[in-house]
Nanobody, 128 residues
Framework: QVQLVESGGGLVQAGGSLRLSCVAS????????MGWFRQAPGKEREFVGA????????YYADSVKGRFTISRDNAKNTVYLQMNSLKFEDTAVYYC?????????????????????WGQGTQVTVSS
């Protein structure tokens, strides 16, 4: 497993932007698909998007497609979530997660059980 630490959350007005970062410890970051999830109060954890190990492939939930972008820098062991055109309903705690090293990219899309390491979460609050 790897240790994950998110940062970049905060309070933003609707229509604004935030960029979340997630730094991973260890030497296997580049061997892992990375995902972002979120959980709003009273709701289940929701898949936001994921990126393959190489960074070539990405997949987004319909609710964020066209507004959110995932990127990664394997040299820095970091994955990012750029969030634009934020809406009130994007308010949630955001978590990054790392799939098992070498796991299939297809398994990592949308499936929280494919992820073996989770960050502590960072709060994103969008004011209307």
């Amino acid at each position: 497993q790897v240790q994950l630490v998110e940062s970049g959350g905060g309070l933003v007005q609707a229509g604004g932007s935030l960029r979340l970062s997630c730094v991973a410890s260890g030497r296997t970051f580049s061997d892992r698909a990375m995902g972002w999830f979120r959980q709003a109060p009273g709701k289940e954890r929701e898949f936001v998007g994921a990126m393959s190990r190489s960074g070539i492939s990405t997949y987004y939930a319909d609710s964020v497609k066209g507004r959110f972008t995932i990127s990664r820098d394997n040299a820095k062991n970091t994955v990012y979530l750029q969030m634009n055109s934020l809406k009130f309903e994007d308010t949630a705690v955001y978590y990054c997660a790392a799939a098992a090293a070498g796991a299939s990219w297809a398994v990592a899309v949308g499936n929280p059980l494919a992820y073996e390491s989770w960050g502590q979460g960072t709060q994103v609050t969008v004011s209307s």
